[in-house]
């Protein structure tokens, strides 16, 4: 079945540090693949996605690359800021005709950006 | 911007009592998703519905569980016995069909937060 791992937190960098948050998969096929965020006290939203290989996913400054060869998508970010400071899930859509599909969670990344 | 809204955002109920948790999906969605997270574990598929009827389902979503599309808007996820392990955050997602092969994005509510004790 489908699997996403995640590396552990808690994650501790000061702001403007450069962040990397490593991503792997294991499914068949080409599934599609996510970014999601929980700030605290709040919901899942989306912080962005690639649907095919090698596409690179962006929004606020992040980005994760689809990489097929080593079914990877680590999240990075180039200057973090203490607003960044959230809980990162890694998640991937299988494909089925039909559309529409469960995701598949990683088990979150907490980020904590001290001043 | 159209968005999942959830209601309540917390819920406490004694061991023993049914629950209902309500969704209110983006209105142009036809795939209707609930998740649960236990404090400090990962997001956990549940169930998915579409076409008033369940199209998948995780080993976690037993007898005690059920869905129901009662009025064409509400999504509501039905618990009927709480156990003290019910306890968790339960998302409500949507998504919108798009065609034969092809992925779709799900938007997720705000959650809602049940308590058994």
């Known amino acids: 079945g489908n699997s996403v791992t995640q590396m552990e937190g808690p994650v501790t960098l000061s702001e403007e540090a450069f962040l990397t948050i490593n991503c792997t998969y294991t499914?068949?096929?080409?599934?599609?693949l996510f970014w999601y965020v929980q700030y605290p006290g709040e919901g899942l939203q989306l912080l962005l996605k690639a649907t095919k290989a090698d596409d690179k996913g962006s929004n606020k400054g992040f980005e994760a690359t689809y990489r097929k060869e080593t079914t990877s998508f680590h999240l990075e970010k180039g200057s973090v800021q203490v607003s960044d400071s959230a809980v990162y899930f890694c998640?991937?859509?299988?494909?089925?005709?039909?559309?529409?599909?469960?995701?598949?969670f990683g088990t979150g990344t907490q980020l904590k950006v001290e001043l | 911007e159209p968005e999942v809204t959830q209601t309540p955002s917390h819920q406490v109920t004694q061991m023993g009592q049914e629950v209902i948790l309500r969704c209110v999906p983006i209105s142009n969605h036809l795939y209707f998703y609930w998740y649960r997270q236990i404090l400090g574990q990962k997001v956990e598929f549940l169930v998915s519905?579409?076409?008033?009827?369940?199209?998948?389902k995780s080993e976690i979503f037993d007898d005690q569980f059920s869905v129901e599309r009662p009025d064409g808007s509400n999504f509501t996820l039905k618990i009927r016995s709480t156990k003290l392990e019910d306890s968790a955050m339960y998302f409500c997602?949507?998504?919108?069909?798009?065609?034969?092969?092809?992925?779709?994005?799900?938007?997720f509510g705000q959650g809602t937060r049940l308590t058994v004790v």
């Open positions: 997602a949507s998504s919108e069909v798009q065609g034969l092969g092809r992925n779709t994005e799900a938007f």
């Open positions: 998640a991937l859509r299988g494909v089925l005709t039909g559309g529409g599909n469960k995701l598949t």
């Open positions: 499914a068949t096929g080409y599934p599609s």
């Open positions: 519905f579409y076409n008033n009827e369940i199209s998948e």
